[in-house]
């Protein structure tokens, strides 16, 4: 069974309490994402200044999962944690991927 992100670090993130909806279920795994963008991270760090069409391609496809809002707040999520993983990044990066039309729903959440 698939443990969405929030839902498994509830404390990690702020929340206290009982998850309102223990039966959730990611539509991806933590994995299957770090994979899609393992091509974004010149583009997190400011290595290159825009992302390879690897990486947005990556993107799009585990975007493409998200059909509801909580899917959206649980890849936001997921991707926040992914590239703190490998260090310093600049979050306005990750946004500027949504910026450009790959991941368009989630500036808002990040």
Known sequence: MQVSVVSANRNLI???GPDPDD???APFLVRDVR??????RPFFIRMDPD???SCCAGAKSIAELTKTKRDEKELCMCLRYIVQLHGPYDPK???LLGGNATLNSLPSFI
């Open 35 to 40: 994979g899609a963008i393992s091509e974004c």
């Open 14 to 16: 702020g929340l206290r």
């Open 93 to 95: 990066r990750l946004a």
């Open 23 to 25: 039966s959730y279920i």
């Open 51 to 53: 992302p390879m069409p």
